[in-house]
């Protein structure tokens, strides 16, 4: 129904900036808000940033003043852009978006990437 593929991970060194894209296919019509988490070995997955559909953000305590989402409506992607980048940013990251349901219930639905790794040396 939504597929949601992410690239732009890499190495970088501590500092540095890396950029984030997850594209959608399928149904996005039906797509709200869109979102990024990370997850490192041993670690909970946790919530980076999310942006609304009209562009309403949202990020953790750990990456605000660094990283920055953003989304192209009319090219279903979301971005995200790091900057300042430390060793404890590196995970592998996620992307994440929320559809509704076409029944009448309108229920939310997660749709998850396979993820892609940044590894930031230091």
């Known amino acids: 129904q939504v597929q949601l593929v992410e690239s732009g991970g890499g190495l970088v060194q501590a500092g540095g900036s890396l950029r984030l894209s997850c594209a959608a296919s399928?149904?996005?019509?039906?797509?709200?808000?869109m979102g990024w988490y990370r997850q490192a070995p041993g670690n909970e997955r946790e919530l980076v940033a999310t942006?609304?559909?009209?562009?309403?953000?949202n990020y953790a305590d750990s990456v605000k003043g660094r990283f920055t989402i953003s989304r192209d409506n009319a090219k279903n992607t979301v971005y995200l852009q790091m900057n300042s980048l430390k060793s404890e940013d590196t995970a592998v990251y996620h992307c994440?978006?929320?559809?509704?349901?076409?029944?009448?219930?309108?229920?939310?639905?997660?749709?998850w990437g396979k993820g892609t790794l940044v590894t930031v040396s230091s």
């Open positions: 994440n978006a929320v559809g509704l349901s076409s029944d009448y219930l309108k229920r939310p639905i997660q749709y």
């Open positions: 399928g149904n996005t019509f039906r797509l709200s808000t």
């Open positions: 942006i609304s559909s009209s562009g309403s953000a």
